[in-house]
């Protein structure tokens, strides 16, 4: 039933450059693509509604995140925070009666052209001197929402986002928000598996592995750092624009506070670093355990009739959770995706374990 | 504004920076030897605390003069236990993953503590009284004048720590770990001890801020003021960690008696941010980091 | 992209059995009514919802055991949202997919984040000590039902209270405000400051950063204002710590008060005999004396099928899960008299809930009416204190200031009618 | 019996790849051995094999043994192997850049408990190595690339080995510097009875000290002989020492492969 990668030997460059380079890899990618356009059809709305779509958009804040951590080696711990400034500013322009679809663009540039700020002023540093510089980021951004009503949205702190529709579509009830997300989904994902076969890719990769080797070779690494800088914002903006107007429906800055960086950080790094598929499978456990298992201690704890005392009954999970971090990482320190990897690799190569060198 | 509350404020803002310095200087212990930045510094003083409650007044009911020291033996254990069974096999492998696997522990120990010992809130009493203690027309709380005394004191003992044969192995191993192994020092029983080391004083930590606020998992918050305090510092410098906790417990003390009134909203964090941010402007590997020798 | 064939033909396997796993249940098959108590256990809300939580589950093992109420007994689901929206927002899908008629979050930003989806699904949001003051407003929000005195009734029965043990002026007095910086702990501030103006008395307020582990630099700020009366606001370690700090700068106790939130455990952790005097709201009767109570004890937890500890019964904060519960099961008796074969839905429930009159819950609460307009019940509360061992009332229920609370409610349910649909 | 034995070792990296594929060799008690090769033949790997820092590079030994003074030193840590004589210079030096040169040979001192005896063994290294004394102060980082040469092999020595590996000590270094480290290499094989086993891609450095060298190729051992027969081979000369005498006849096409065949 498993595929080899015998009989494939390429001839042109422009083959092995393919990004999926397997003809079964490139079946698969359609195959899910089409379930993906389905699924609303397919499956219950809860699962479309509260698992698909967080999914969806997480992964496209994650893969925003992964051009700047993975792609050019710069950590973020305030993305939360550009996501928020896309959300605020988009919200604010569709209450003003902007278009959605100029109001996505609008909060992400905003975010952009207020990220690459704090971008520049942290290119000094690096590392986790560099996290740190972020995290004050975080920390002004949601300093400021919370200090003007104006941005918030009074004493109430909550800001309902308005009917609106997207290229003539009104977004509202389950499939068109679920749409829009997806298509904003597939562009940035095809945007990103593209990004590492053009000149910027390869230039943001010269800076991940030594700056000052790349700025000797002609690449500017204050250039390309701060070009990834705004383009990991404006996806971020983008995506808060999206976050705000097809899941929360109302925002509050409480969705974009210091969690939601840390929790974008992780899905990244758990996923593997620099990986388009990493991210997926990095939000799916991000996200998806902490509510999986509690179902699953509720129902193992009802079926069999355990009778855990409240409070490590609500905990437990908790731990699990954090025990399946760590054990993950444990099994491969390099992430899910290498994982996955590695799994394939034993696949490609079965039986002759050593034959490739 | 009067002299007076200036001076209680910076009093007050000295002592408790203190009190977050000792947080601080128990990731830069870790940070020190195995150059990773322990995100379950915060969780490790609340398992400290916890332990300590448990052995005192919920549990064993021993005096609390001899319960603190029993903790801080077990949570050395805990610490490097830690080490033995989680960090040791990822030595070797990127940082960022190693510091992904210690926010994994912060959230277990932070459903393992409440979840076995309950989550409602405890007392802790250290025996420090609350009633207000007047220096002329000074107030100074008692609580946070031990707090930071201990503090000060347990900080500048892992300064001494550092500057004896051990430390030097300590440093060693951060600076190069396989260059370690191969002159025969025994990198994971120094990284265990610095691990058990940090986690004793977490549990210092964890009883001083505990006294306060009661023991819950909230004393896991801890982690970001200190890693705040610790990347100001340098992350390798105690020295820095002292200081950059003096700065911040000060800049923040004041900004919430000056700033605050005019803006209409708590500054602190801000302020404090702010402060970090341009520190790192001047200086980018922190006030006593050491710097990255890059040679092509 | 998956592994092999294999594993995809699996996954989809898997993935068309999941989508036909039972989340629904049908309704109206059997006489049940379901609640969902999506809430907070391991995160910003710990300190309140484990006990929270015992008493509503207590009550309604109490109910059940008597056969239901109408007719019909009751599910309650219960869940952890742990303050998460991606997880809250799954909770509620899923209880709304399950039937639930009624949730429960207990937690300001998910009740605020649940609006929308509330008001479109028709499903009872109880918001409870939490969420949107302005929900009050029924006309605005017909599926948000506090149900209970919001924060801007509860700061008004504060200054009402000062008012009164002043000798009935509050004039040139000052007020201080200590309150977390966050919306939760700004809300009072433009009823506090409607009243300084009203009463003339000075008002001075002084967040603190969330989530309030050092206050130290805020209270030498209160202990120099020389404030008559003190109003701490805040949830979990920032209001023990704030009892601390008062306490160590030598405020008077007796001039010292909180919202509702403010139990036993806190005092417990401050120091018992520390903090006598210490005031704070009551909205139902806290202990062991009422008679509901006291039939918890006999039925439930005396026949072993407690939710929880037994010391933890009759605390403050169980007696506010034991209130809530029995306001939402008389929503369910009401509705049942409405229409008695239903078919339960959200409305169905909504209507029991909205006609739900002088109820005290067997002398529990203060009677409380909840009318299609007005979803707080009167605004009714009293002020108690703290003796060293319990909470004892000072007054009796009362209701304060309620005109300039319901200019604030109305000022911003109109903005949302406006803005949000 | 030799010191060392090393005796059909493979390692393999990630489970998967294989970098040394059944290599025995051996080095006799205060022996001066090299292992020549190119780069990426496996040399690096075989001495991490024996000082057993492959682990942090996810590789293992996965056949073969290698033992030491007779024993089998495969189930011990690197510290455990250092403590029985062997200790492993590194490729590109590694000193401890953050800490002075003092506190380089410090850190190597952890097996001694006596005090004295360590303090009389870093004067005696700063004998050895007049230019670390001169620079006992600075950071080891911002020494000169022969001095931090001079530091790793004065730290390794602070162990008190009984076999010295070193790995391409003349990487990077000036003509003149690679015959200076050379001379100490000797000196130390000689005076203090140090086994060497030397892994180099210059080989006329390498080739004029030891006795005895092993040319590794693509993780195989293709030939081996004492350093004069090395000299004389005809492809070793056309290989490594620049083909100083001989006209290759490249008609004579099995010659040419089997030349190839260490150049790739």
């Excluded at chain 3, 009624?102 to 479109?120: H, M, W, Y």
Aim: contains cysteine; charged residues 15%.
């Amino acid at each position: 039933m498993f595929f080899r990668r015998a009989g494939i030997s390429h001839t042109r460059y422009r083959d092995e450059r393919q990004i999926w380079p397997l003809p079964i890899d490139r079946y698969t990618v359609f195959l899910i693509a089409a379930l993906l356009l389905a699924a609303p059809f397919l499956i219950d709305r809860l699962y479309v509604v509260s698992y698909l779509l967080p999914l969806i958009i997480w992964s496209t804040a994650a893969l925003g995140l992964n051009l700047l951590m993975g792609g050019a080696g710069q950590i973020h711990l305030g993305y939360g925070a550009v996501i928020g400034i896309g959300a605020y500013s988009s919200v604010h322009m569709l209450r003003a009666g902007v278009p959605f679809e100029l109001a996505m663009i609008g909060g992400g540039l905003a975010a952009a052209a207020i990220g690459s700020i704090f971008g520049a002023v942290a290119m000094r540093v690096k590392g986790l001197y560099l996290a740190m510089a972020t995290l004050a980021m975080q920390y002004i951004v949601d300093f400021v929402i919370i200090q003007f009503p104006a941005i918030s949205g009074g004493t109430q702190a909550s800001l309902p986002v308005p009917p609106t529709s997207f290229l003539g579509f009104p977004v509202e009830g389950d499939r068109v928000p679920y749409y829009v997300a997806l298509v904003i989904c597939g562009i940035v994902t095809l945007f990103m598996l593209n990004v590492r076969r053009t000149a910027f890719g390869r230039a943001l990769a010269a800076v991940r592995e030594k700056d000052y080797a790349a700025a000797i070779i002609g690449v500017d690494p204050f250039r390309f750092k701060l070009l990834a800088f705004w383009v990991s914002s404006f996806i971020g903006g983008l995506t808060g624009a999206v976050l705000s107007v097809c899941y929360y429906r109302t925002i509050a800055p409480e969705q974009f506070h210091l969690d939601l960086s840390i929790q974008l950080v992780a899905m990244v790094i758990v996923g593997g670093l620099g990986s388009v598929l990493g991210v997926f499978f990095g939000v799916a456990l991000i996200l998806f355990a902490p509510i999986l298992l509690n179902q699953a201690v509720a129902l193992l704890a009802d079926q069999f009739g355990m009778n855990l005392p409240m409070d490590l009954r609500a905990h437990l999970p908790l731990m699990l959770y954090g025990g399946l971090i760590m054990g993950f990482l444990l099994i491969e320190p390099l992430g899910l995706a290498k994982i996955r990897n590695n799994i394939r690799n034993y696949f490609l190569v079965w039986p002759f374990r050593h034959s490739r060198q | 504004m009067d002299v007076i509350l200036l001076l209680e404020l910076a009093v007050n803002g000295i002592f408790v920076g203190l009190m977050y310095a000792l947080v601080a200087a128990g990731m830069v212990l870790i940070y020190k030897t195995s150059g990773i930045a322990n995100l379950a510094q915060g969780a490790l003083a609340m398992t400290g605390a916890y332990v300590v409650v448990m052995l005192a007044s919920a549990g064993l009911g021993l005096p609390i003069w001899a319960a603190v020291p029993l903790a801080m033996v077990v949570m050395f254990a805990v610490g490097a236990g830690i080490e033995r069974l989680a960090l040791r096999r990822m030595i070797g492998q990127p940082v960022i993953m190693v510091i992904m696997l210690t926010l994994g522990l912060e959230i277990f120990l932070r459903g393992l503590l409440p979840g076995v010992f309950g989550a409602s809130v405890k007392r802790l009493d250290i025996g420090i009284p609350n009633a207000p203690l007047f220096l002329g027309e000074l107030l100074v709380s008692r609580a946070i004048l031990i707090g930071g005394g201990v503090s000060l004191a347990l900080i500048l003992l892992s300064i001494l720590l550092f500057n004896s044969r051990f430390g030097i192995i300590m440093r060693a191993v951060s600076d190069n770990q396989t260059a370690s192994w191969s002159v025969g020092i025994r990198v994971e029983r120094a990284i265990a001890v610095a691990w058990g080391l940090s986690a004793a004083m977490a549990t210092t930590s964890g009883v001083l801020w505990g006294a306060t606020q009661g023991v819950d998992w909230s004393l896991s918050l801890l982690l970001i003021k200190a890693l705040a305090i610790a990347i100001l510092g340098g992350l390798d410098s105690i020295v820095g960690v002292l200081i950059a906790g003096v700065v911040v417990g000060l800049a923040e003390s004041m900004a919430t008696g000056i700033l605050d009134p005019i803006v209409g909203g708590g500054t602190r964090d801000v302020v404090a941010s702010v402060i970090i941010v341009v520190t790192l402007l001047v200086r980018p590997h922190g006030l006593f980091g050491r710097e990255h020798i890059e040679r092509v | 992209m998956a592994l092999t064939r294999r594993t995809m033909l699996t996954g989809a396997a898997v993935a068309a059995l999941a989508s036909h796993l039972p989340v629904r249940v049908a309704f109206g098959q059997d006489r049940t009514v379901r609640f969902a108590f999506m809430q907070d256990f391991t995160r910003i809300y710990t300190f309140v919802t484990s006990e929270y939580s015992q008493g509503q589950r207590d009550y309604i093992t109490l109910v059940n055991g008597r056969g239901g109420v109408g007719g019909y007994t009751i599910v309650a689901d219960i869940s952890d949202h742990a303050n998460d929206q991606p997880r809250a927002i799954e909770a509620y899908e899923r209880a709304k997919a399950q039937g639930a008629v009624l949730i429960d979050p207990l937690s300001t930003p998910v009740a605020r984040a649940l609006v929308p989806r509330a008001l479109e699904d028709q499903i009872n949001m109880i918001t409870a000590f939490s969420g949107r003051s302005d929900a009050a407003d029924g006309t605005a929000f017909p599926y948000v039902l506090p149900l209970t005195p919001n924060y801007w009734t509860q700061a008004g029965l504060l200054i009402d209270y000062f008012k009164q043990q002043d000798g009935g002026s509050l004039q040139d007095k000052t007020i201080c405000f200590v309150h977390i910086d966050t919306p939760f702990g700004k809300e009072p501030l433009p009823i506090l400051e409607k009243l300084a103006a009203k009463e003339g008395f000075k008002f001075l307020a002084f967040p603190y950063t969330p989530p309030g582990n050092d206050q130290s630099a805020i209270w030498p700020q209160v202990r120099r204002a020389r404030p008559d009366w003190t109003v701490f606001w805040g949830a979990a370690v920032g209001q023990t710590v704030a009892l601390t700090e008062a306490v160590r700068n030598g405020l008077d106790m007796s001039r010292v008060s909180s919202s509702v939130w403010l139990s036993e455990s806190d005092m417990e952790v401050v120091g018992k005999d520390q903090t006598v005097g210490v005031m704070k709201v009551e909205p139902c009767v806290s202990g062991h004396e009422p008679k509901i109570i006291q039939d918890i004890l006999t039925e439930v937890v005396a026949a072993g099928k407690g939710a929880g500890p037994q010391d933890k019964v009759g605390t403050s904060y169980y007696n506010y899960g034991v209130m809530l519960a029995a306001l939402m099961v008389e929503g369910v008796r009401r509705a049942a008299e409405i229409a008695p074969d239903g078919p339960v839905t959200g409305p169905w429930l909504n209507a029991g809930l909205r006609s739900i009159t002088a109820f005290d819950a067997e002398g529990m609460i203060p009677p409380t009416t909840i009318t299609p307009e007005d979803h707080q019940g009167g605004g009714y509360g009293r002020i108690a204190r703290w003796d060293g061992e319990k909470f004892v009332p000072q007054t009796d229920w009362f209701s304060a200031n309620q005109d300039i609370v319901w200019q604030e409610i109305r000022k911003y349910s109109e903005e949302f009618k406006k803005n949000g649909k | 019996m030799a010191l060392l034995d090393v005796n059909s070792v493979e390692v393999v990296y990630d489970q998967v790849s294989l970098a040394v594929k059944g290599v025995s060799f051996e080095v006799p008690e205060a022996g001066l051995v090299a292992l020549l090769g190119a780069n990426g033949a496996g040399k690096s790997t075989i001495l991490k094999a024996i000082s057993g820092l492959l682990a942090p590079e996810r590789g293992a030994v996965s056949r073969g043994t290698i033992s030491f003074e007779g024993e089998d030193i495969l189930p011990l840590d690197p510290p455990s192997r250092v403590r029985r004589g062997i200790v492993h210079v590194l490729e590109g030096r590694k000193v401890f850049e953050h800490l002075t040169p003092a506190e380089n040979l410090l850190a190597a001192a952890t097996m001694h408990s006596d005090r004295t005896m360590v303090a009389r063994m870093m004067d005696h290294m700063f004998t050895l190595f007049p230019r670390l004394a001169e620079r006992a102060k600075a950071k080891a980082g911002y020494l000169s690339g022969g001095e931090q040469q001079m530091l790793a092999i004065a730290r390794a020595l602070m162990t008190r080995p009984k076999l010295l590996m070193m790995d391409e000590p003349s990487l990077g270094l000036a003509p003149l510097l690679v015959d200076e480290i050379f001379d100490i290499i000797v000196r130390i094989n000689r005076e203090e009875q140090v086994a060497v086993l030397l892994v180099e891609q210059n080989a006329v450095a390498a080739l004029d000290v030891v006795s005895h060298a092993y040319l590794i190729e693509q993780g195989r051992i293709v030939m081996s002989g004492s350093a004069a027969e090395l000299r004389e081979n005809p492809d070793i000369k056309e290989a490594y020492l620049g083909g100083a005498g001989t006209r290759v006849d490249y008609h004579a096409v099995k010659h040419y492969r089997r030349r190839k065949r260490w150049l790739a």
